[in-house]
């Protein structure tokens, strides 16, 4: 495993991370769950990812359950707080009292006594951006969050958030957790410039845009059994990356990852890791064996040629 520093810290994540988003409590047995998290572990991944509203609170319970057996000097566990966990009006977005008691609510599924990273989930408009600040860095100086970091923010979201922090002497964001592969880029035009002067790395989620970046999704229209988009619990959001346009990039890439000897999987995930201001791709395996396929991705290298090439399939 290669690991990269996140943003302006001293903290190191392994290149590949291993998240529980629509899979770990959810649309995969908790054993093969286990299985997986233990095969990320032996292969060298540090750095989990959940979130309270995954599975709603199930992932986390899943994925603290998985990593107790290791001593937790050896990894790198974020989770998040903003959806709804509750049908009351303080039961969602960043609020003080949000934010806190989620926190601790998380705390409690992952029997953890902090976390490393804690995302904003998504920016909040009803919650002005120093009370969410402010209560994060009260949690940061209790010892229950080391890092703070957002995800789905723009880059004027960040800015402002920087902004606050400088003026009332608060911890800074340090991570993005954004969308970002072959078929959505949109991260490169603003929040990567704003977030590289401002020491804040992207942990990128979805490098293989829920699968279709794999190959196995065809124009013929076909849906692979026991795909994600076969899962009705799963595919939510994955028909709309189903398109003839997609897909025809898709056999392109396809092609340029049979001259170089690999699969598709691993050529998007070296894709993404190209950047600088990526410091880790977030991948969503639900087997030991893809883990141990999508690490290979590290020891992908690509040529300006290949890159190029991959460029005019992507125009």
């Known amino acids: 495993m290669k690991y990269r520093k996140l943003g302006r810290t ?12 629509l899979t770990y409590g959810n649309s ?30 199930e992932a986390e319970k899943v994925v603290g ?18 959806w709804p966990m509750g049908d009351g009006p303080n039961d969602k977005g960043l609020s003080r009292k ?14 953890l006594d902090y976390v490393d990273i804690y995302y904003c ?23 229950k969050v080391l890092y703070v970091g957002v995800s789905e ?30 078929l959505n880029r949109y991260i490169e035009k603003e929040i990567i410039p704003v977030c590289e002067h401002n020491g804040i790395s992207q942990i990128v ?18 849906i692979p059994e026991g795909s994600r988009a076969s899962d009705p619990k799963a595919n939510k959001y994955i ?21 170089l000897g690999i699969k598709l999987s691993q050529l998007a995930i070296a894709w993404v890791l190209r950047q600088p201001n990526v410091a880790s791709a977030l991948i969503g395996s639900t087997k030991p064996e893809q883990v141990e396929e999508n690490v290979k991705a590290i020891d992908v290298e690509l040529t300006e040629d290949v890159l190029e090439e991959i460029e005019q399939i992507l125009s």
Do not use: C
Not at 129 to 136: A, F, G, N, W
Not at 205 to 222: E, I, W
């Open 10 to 21: 001293g903290l190191k994540v392994s290149e590949i991370s291993l998240g529980s988003w």
């Open 28 to 57: 995969i047995e908790k054993e093969t769950a286990i299985r997986t998290i233990d095969k990320a572990y032996e292969l060298g991944i540090n750095s989990f990812d959940t979130a309270n509203v995954y599975a709603t609170g």
């Open 65 to 82: 359950e998985a990593l107790r057996k290791y001593p937790r000097e050896s990894y790198v566990l974020a989770t998040k707080v903003f």
């Open 98 to 111: 949000h934010v806190f008691e989620q926190l601790h609510a998380s705390l409690k599924r992952l029997q």
């Open 121 to 143: 989930h998504r920016y909040d408009p009803e919650t002005p951006i120093d009370e969410t600040l402010r209560t994060i860095d009260d949690l940061v100086r209790q010892g």
């Open 153 to 182: 923010w723009t880059a004027q979201q960040i800015q402002e958030a920087l902004g606050t922090a400088d003026r009332y002497l608060l911890d800074r964001i340090v991570v993005n957790q954004p969308q970002y592969n072959m």
């Open 205 to 222: 989620f979805s490098p293989l845009a829920q699968g279709v970046l794999t190959g196995k999704y065809k124009r013929n229209g076909d």
């Open 239 to 259: 028909n709309d990356l189903l398109t003839d346009e997609n897909l025809l990039k898709v056999e392109k890439l396809g092609k340029v990852a049979d001259k």
